[in-house]
T-cell receptor, first 115, second 116 residues
Framework: SQKIEQNSEALNIQEGKTATLTCNYTNYSPAYLQWYRQDPGRGPVFLLLIRENEKEKRKERLKVTFDTTLKQSLFHITASQPADSATYLCALSPGGSSNTGKLIFGQGTTLQVKP | NAGVTQTPKFRVLKTGQSMTLLCAQDMNHEYMYWYRQDPGMGLRLIHYSVGEGTTAKGEVPDGYNVSRLKKQNFLLGLESAAPSQTSVYFC???????????????FGPGTRLTVL
């Protein structure tokens, strides 16, 4: 069966450290994978997209890697701050490129950055 | 540019009552989606639309109906609410024809629905 899984437990780290979140998938061949941030009581907000032919993508303190052989994406936040505390969702397009825009979302990993 | 807006923000219904949730987007997006989000279940797609006048079923469509009479609006209806429909509902939209398709979705703020 098709699955997309993220660390189900909350991740607690100290301010200034690097947070690493994992997204694993099975039985999909996505053309790209996306990461979203969700704050309590709000809708998800798009952060980064990485294509299948890209190994790594960066945006300010964020870095995403995509390994289509391992079927895994890693999401890193360097020099983490308490303001980075949120739930992070990974999402992929089922069946590669789509003409419906549908995404399958992971359950999300809650990150808590302590001062 | 308001993005994606949802009405109402909160609602409490009694079992058997009906209601309609309204989603509006001002980004000229072709695709629109309704999700529900429950603790431990993540975002689950209820229905979606790939254009004005078209709708399709998602992962959990039972008990819901949708309509997309205008490109900018996507309505989600509950004909006879059940306690199992207590959830947070999110609307999202994606893709305007002037850009390559990336499936990046833009979400509304959500509607918190409680069915007693």
């Amino acid at each position: 069966s098709q699955k997309i899984e993220q660390n189900s437990e909350a991740l607690n780290i100290q301010e200034g450290k690097t947070a690493t979140l994992t997204c694993n998938y099975t039985n999909y061949s996505p053309a790209y994978l996306q990461w979203y941030r969700q704050d309590p009581g709000r809708g998800p907000v798009f952060l980064l997209l990485i294509r299948e032919n890209e190994k790594e993508k960066r945006k300010e303190r964020l870095k995403v890697t995509f390994d289509t052989t391992l079927k895994q994406s890693l999401f890193h936040i360097t020099a983490s701050q308490p303001a980075d505390s949120a739930t992070y969702l990974c999402a992929l397009s089922p069946g590669g490129s789509s003409n419906t825009g549908k995404l399958i979302f992971g359950q999300g990993t809650t990150l808590q950055v302590k001062p | 540019n308001a993005g994606v807006t949802q009405t109402p923000k909160f609602r409490v219904l009694k079992t058997g009552q009906s209601m309609t949730l309204l989603c509006a987007q001002d980004m000229n997006h072709e695709y629109m989606y309704w999700y529900r989000q429950d603790p431990g279940m993540g975002l689950r797609l209820i229905h979606y639309s790939v254009g004005e006048g078209t709708t399709a079923k998602g992962e959990v469509p039972d008990g819901y109906n949708v309509s997309r009479l205008k490109k900018q609006n996507f309505l989600l209806g509950l004909e006879s609410a059940a306690p199992s429909q207590t959830s947070v509902y999110f609307c999202a939209s994606s893709w305007d024809r002037g850009n390559p398709v990336t499936d990046t979705q833009y979400f509304g703020p959500g509607t918190r629905l409680t069915v007693l």
